[in-house]
């Protein structure tokens, strides 16, 4: 109608065989495109590489409770699951204050408020490993803060130094990015502690990041002054940056270290991650953070400046929880902390009393965090091939579930949440008593020692 200045028709294929466009008259030669003859959409090489382990052998098992049994389960890590666990009502308060103040509504920066960024910044700063507004990222929870922590260390072919048994998540994201996830080992009979010797010998020039969760998923275990500082000693002596996944800071059961790892380290830079999720138990907020201590500067601006461009591909932690924080970090009394460490030290010890006794089984005494990881001799449980097959039974029969540690690449062994009511846990251990007593095979003796 004399509105559009170019007018574009295609006039079909001329003599000569070449494609010509008519623009205002004109005839305009085209290049010739090869034309897909079919639909055929494919997922992208991330996504066919992305594997939760957990996910991968709960969905495999063949989970029948017994209905004569109410079920329990004791393998989500989600404290707020029976409702016997409530956050404090000074953290309530601080979300509705924040909620009518209408100031949290719209887009907050990449990396959090400046205003919510100091506040944890002053919260978890100490003179040993000192921190400022601009040392804290803000993310949707403490697992963006992982995925970002490993997307500005590593590159495609680089591998990453992961503990086993440990948190699925970190190989979940890095596999998914070409990262090459190598195990060492901890030590059950040392309470979980590094093997450090295999630790060190998994180092070479393509590690980028050493992954150190205190206290830990699933193990419970909380590592003494001691040990981190031989644990960073390693790191120093390869120039190898870590991730501490402390998540589960401050919630020690013991009378153990519950310092950050970057305040025993004089020049490995390290990027700690954590959040509300647990201390707060408010894991549904996501509400998480990086600290970045890098107090040689080896990290520089280039690092900070990588984390800021990640944190602008997805706007990260909700407004209304940022508007929240500093309240929450300021206001929630320590009676609220202490009760929680209270109720999950009192659990931990009930479970690992009534478990120790069970022919066949050998609990590790936790530290801290929410988790107990009970051994099993599968020698003397032949009804069984692996712990998978052994929890999976146990849901069969006595309507109790427990996450087999194989989901944490660490057969034989299966792992308990200790945040269900203690009167749920008396009667989930007097299941897996009654369960073991009717599957336990003494150590046979051959005919010569019945000889004797």
């Known amino acids: 109608k004399g509105t559009k200045c170019i007018n574009i028709r295609r006039n079909g294929v001329h003599g000569n065989g070449v494609h010509h466009v008519n623009i205002k008259g004109a005839l305009y030669p085209i290049k010739s495109k090869s034309r897909r003859q079919r639909w055929e959409v494919k997922p992208s090489e991330m996504a066919n590489n992305t594997l939760n382990p957990i996910r991968a052998i709960v969905d495999g098992m063949k989970l029948t409770p017994n209905p004569e049994k109410p079920m329990i389960a004791l393998s989500i890590g989600d404290p707020t699951v029976f409702g016997n666990l409530p956050t404090d009502g000074a953290v309530l308060q601080a979300m509705k204050d924040a909620i009518d103040s209408q100031k949290y509504n719209g887009y907050a920066p990449s990396v959090g408020y400046l205003q919510s960024r100091q506040a944890v910044a002053n919260f978890y700063s ?10 804290v990222i803000l993310t949707s929870g403490c697992s963006q803060a992982i995925d970002l922590a490993i997307s500005v260390l590593c590159n495609p072919g680089d591998n990453i130094l992961v503990p086993c048994p440990g948190f699925s998540l970190y190989k979940t994201l890095a596999v998914s990015m070409g990262i090459e996830v190598k195990l060492y080992n901890l030590l059950p009979e040392k309470s979980w502690e590094v093997d450090l010797q295999h630790m060190e010998s998994l180092i070479d020039e393509r590690t980028s990041c050493l992954i150190i969760t205190n206290p830990s998923n699933p193990c419970g275990s909380v590592f003494n002054k001691k040990h981190l500082q031989e644990i960073l000693k390693v ?23 519950d310092d950050a790892l970057a305040s025993f380290s004089s020049d490995v830079p390290i990027l700690s991650c954590g959040g509300l999720a647990k201390r707060w138990l408010v894991p549904g907020w996501r509400m998480g953070w990086i600290l970045i201590h890098d107090r040689d500067d080896i990290f520089g601006t280039e690092i900070r400046q990588g984390l ?3 944190s602008q591909r ?4 909700c407004s209304i929880v940022q508007g929240a924080l ?8 320590q009676s609220f902390y202490n009760n929680t460490i209270g109720f999950l030290k009192s659990n931990s010890e009930i479970c690992f009393s009534e478990l120790s006794s069970v022919p066949g089984l050998n609990p590790v005494m936790p ?7 009970i051994g099993i001799d ?4 032949p009804d069984f091939k692996n712990d998978v097959d052994f929890t999976e039974r146990l849901v069969t029969e006595q309507s109790v579930f427990c996450l087999p540690a194989s989901a944490f690449e660490y057969p034989n062994f299966f ?17 897996i008593r009654e369960f073991c007593q009717s599957h336990y095979r003494p150590p046979s003796r051959d005919s010569n020692d019945l000889d004797q």
């Open 367 to 373: 530290s801290g965090a929410m988790y107990i990881m």
């Open 326 to 333: 500093e309240q929450i970090l300021d206001s929630t009394p």
């Open 235 to 257: 790191a120093s002596r390869h120039c190898v940056p870590i991730l501490a996944d402390e998540i589960y800071s401050d919630m020690v059961t013991v009378d153990s270290n």
């Open 314 to 317: 997805i706007l990260g932690a």
């Open 378 to 381: 599968m020698d003397h449980f």
């Open 126 to 135: 100490c003179p040993e490993a000192p921190l400022e507004a601009e040392d």
């Open 308 to 310: 800021v461009k990640l």
């Open 415 to 431: 792992r308990i949440v200790v945040t269900v009511p203690e009167e749920m846990m008396l009667e989930a251990c007097a299941r």
